[in-house]
């Protein structure tokens, strides 16, 4: 069965300082990977997605992931962080039919 | 134009009743989907439609019944409401039952029981 797990439930980064968000998966076949945000007290909207086409997905809002194969990881970074960056962010996969989430990681932003 | 449009936003209701979630997408998409989101956030798939076919029923207790008119719209019914059931629904769309295809997401219904 796919899953994925996403290492730390809760970041805190300054403005302007570098975000990594992690992601690791579980698959035995190539996977369908996505990240989605969730800001406070709405759905979640996609930031982008994996599908084999190229390991280094670039997404909304400066947000890019790059797919590690060897790693089995599809880490989220965006080089300077924005107050209004402040979220719950989910990565998930998907077999086909419905997305498997992880967790998520909220990410709070300090002035 | 709301891509995917939920009714109610917030449901609060007592222990016992029958409530019901409305779901609407007007992006053309042939699947759908219930998501439940607990207390800590997780997001489980409930149930997936396409072409008003089910085609996912997670473990659910059966006092949830989808129901999908049309392909435009998924409803959601809860018999016998518990305190367990209160937790934010998302419904979702999507082109089809593809992996690789985006989903697009409701703005939940916060469910709140009493």
């Known amino acids: 069965a796919q899953s994925v797990t996403q290492l730390g439930s809760h970041v805190s980064v300054s403005e302007g300082a570098l975000v990594l968000l992690r992601c690791n998966y579980s698959?035995?076949?190539?996977?369908?990977l996505f990240w989605y945000v969730q800001y406070p007290n709405q759905g979640l909207q996609l930031l982008l997605k994996?599908?084999?086409?190229?390991?280094l997905v670039k997404g909304i809002n400066g947000f890019e992931a790059e797919f590690k194969k060897s790693e089995t990881s599809f880490h989220l970074t965006k080089p300077s962080a924005h107050m209004s960056d402040a979220a719950e962010y989910f990565c998930?996969?998907?077999?086909?039919?419905?997305?498997?989430f992880g967790k998520g990681t909220k990410l709070s932003v300090k002035p | 134009d709301t891509a995917v449009s939920q009714t109610p936003k917030y449901l609060v209701t007592q222990m016992g009743n029958d409530k019901s979630i409305k779901c609407e997408q007007n992006?053309?998409?042939?699947?759908m989907y219930w998501y439940k989101q607990d207390s800590k956030k997780f997001l489980k798939i409930m149930f997936s439609?396409?072409?008003?076919?089910?085609?996912i029923n997670e473990t659910v207790p059966n006092r949830f019944s989808p129901k999908s008119p049309d392909k435009a719209h998924l409803n959601l019914h809860i018999n016998s409401l518990e305190l367990g059931d209160s937790a934010v629904y998302f419904c979702?769309?999507?082109?089809?039952?593809?992996?690789?295809?985006?989903?697009?997401f409701g703005p939940g219904t916060r469910l709140t029981v009493l």
């Open positions: 979702a769309s999507s082109q089809d039952v593809g992996g690789g295809n985006e989903q697009f």
């Open positions: 698959s035995s076949v190539p996977p369908y």
């Open positions: 994996y599908t084999s086409a190229a390991t």
């Open positions: 998930a996969v998907s077999p086909g039919g419905n997305l498997i």
């Open positions: 992006l053309g998409h042939d699947t």
């Open positions: 439609y396409n072409n008003k076919e089910l085609i």
